[in-house]
């Protein structure tokens, strides 16, 4: 059995992932989903961490996943914990140092919207979250996740350097939505190969998988914990 510890991204919570979680303890699987600090503008990414370790309680054969803002967190947590594998979904990739803040100019995001909006007729960037985010999640569960936003993260977590000085000695898989309209594919292919040297392993979906494709999601998942117990018995 794997503990999957499962991060949510920004403005949500760890009902994100409720549909993925599901998959996971059909399967026999322990799975770790908490809500990071919300309405507090003074937390930091090391309070949300540090919220993540409390979550996790003491199990072992982790599995750390981080969605989008989430892949902030999620590498705080694998220096910290004996983690397995550590996964990020359309995950932020953080330089040791960058203020997230940051993060948006110095990987060339809008450069990379502009460049897909193009292509696509303006879908990709779209300020309608139904269209940017949600274009291919069932419109109940859409509704849902808009209901549910949360005012995370703090202002005080994206102004403050991200607080490693090296990415953590942990095997690291990314998984990108080929039709993400957040994140252009493009982006993180070169960011995924610049800041981590690893080429993604891509979805079928939106900016939101868990909600979008939660079987295909979960499937990657076991497939990594199950690589990563071959490789290290």
């Given amino acids: 059995m794997t503990t999957f510890v499962l991060i949510h991204g920004a403005g949500d919570s760890g009902w994100y992932w409720h549909l993925v979680e599901a998959e996971l303890r059909a399967r026999g699987h322990d799975v770790v989903a908490p809500d990071l600090p919300g309405d507090d503008e003074s937390?930091?990414?090391?309070?949300?961490?540090?919220?993540?370790?409390?979550?996790?309680d003491g199990k072992r054969d982790l599995v750390v996943v981080g969605q989008s803002?989430?892949?902030?967190?999620?590498?705080?947590?694998?220096?910290?914990?004996?983690?397995?594998?550590?996964?990020?979904?359309?995950?932020?990739?953080p330089?040791?140092?960058?203020?997230?803040?940051?993060?948006?100019?110095?990987?060339?995001?809008?450069?990379?919207?502009?460049?897909?909006?193009?292509?696509?007729?303006?879908?990709?960037?779209?300020?309608?979250?139904?269209?940017?985010?949600?274009?291919?999640?069932?419109?109940?569960?859409?509704?849902?996740?808009?209901?549910?936003?949360?005012?995370?993260?703090?202002?005080?977590?994206?102004?403050?350097?991200?607080?490693?000085?090296?990415w953590p000695d942990v095997p690291t898989r990314f998984v990108l939505g080929t039709a993400d309209r957040f994140f252009p594919p493009d982006l993180f292919r070169r960011l995924a190969h610049e800041r981590l040297g690893i080429v993604p392993d891509e979805i079928a979906s939106g900016h939101c998988p868990a909600l979008s494709r939660p079987k295909e999601l979960a499937d990657l998942f076991e497939r990594y914990a199950e690589s990563t117990r071959r490789n290290h018995p």
């Fill in 43 to 56: 937390a930091t990414l090391t309070d949300y961490a540090d919220s993540v370790v409390d979550a996790v």
């Fill in 69 to 93: 803002f989430g892949a902030f967190t999620a590498p705080l947590v694998a220096d910290r914990l004996p983690v397995d594998v550590l996964v990020l979904v359309a995950g932020m990739i």
């Fill in 95 to 166: 330089a040791p140092g960058e203020p997230p803040d940051d993060w948006w100019r110095n990987s060339g995001y809008r450069s990379a919207v502009e460049e897909q909006a193009a292509r696509d007729g303006g879908l990709t960037g779209s300020p309608d979250p139904y269209v940017s985010f949600y274009h291919d999640v069932p419109r109940e569960l859409a509704d849902e996740a808009l209901a549910r936003e949360r005012a995370h993260p703090s202002p005080a977590s994206t102004a403050a350097p991200w607080p490693l000085e090296a």
